[in-house]
């Protein structure tokens, strides 16, 4: 079994809270693009920003991944967006682990804020796919690694 290990150097048990989704099956990408949108909101904007996302009626900014991809009206200052539901449904576990994390430790939730969200590539799950002539082609699945630290501001 893996050690995992956060990111987040600073961590003070007294100050931060943290919360962290270890091999979702989820676009990595996708992944990324909330994390960096929701890094810096309090708990709050940010679970009902991703309600939103998931219900598709607000888009997240794509920043990194933007080429070839579509344009969105509600989007202002970005070339282009999408509504990554499925990352957005994964986040949100990990932002009720982080709030229930945050009650246990008797801290206020109006008050929490994200000051760190990462997603990073985790593990590949390699499968092939039997073709003609006895050849076969890769089907590989790239799992992600959500973390998000929180602190009182």
Do not use: W
Request: overall charge positive; glycine content about 6%; proline content about 4%.
């Amino acid at each position: 079994m893996p050690l995992f290990r956060y990111s987040f150097q600073r961590y003070d048990p007294l100050l931060h809270i943290r919360a962290s989704g270890r091999e979702v099956d989820v676009s990595a990408k996708a992944a990324r693009e909330v994390c960096v949108f929701i890094k810096g909101k309090l708990l709050k904007d940010a679970k009902d920003f991703l309600e939103n996302v998931q219900d598709k009626k607000a888009a997240v900014p794509f920043r990194r991944y933007k080429k070839k991809g579509s344009h969105h009206s509600e989007i202002s200052g970005f070339h282009t967006g999408a509504y990554p539901v499925k990352a957005a449904r994964e986040v949100m576990n990990v932002l009720n682990n982080l709030e229930a994390n945050a009650e246990f430790k008797g801290l206020d939730l109006d008050r929490l804020k994200i000051i760190h969200a990462a997603a990073h590539r985790g593990r590949i799950i390699r499968a092939y796919t039997p073709r003609a002539q006895g050849r076969s082609s890769p089907s590989f699945n790239t799992l992600v690694h959500i973390e998000l630290v929180a602190t009182e501001a």
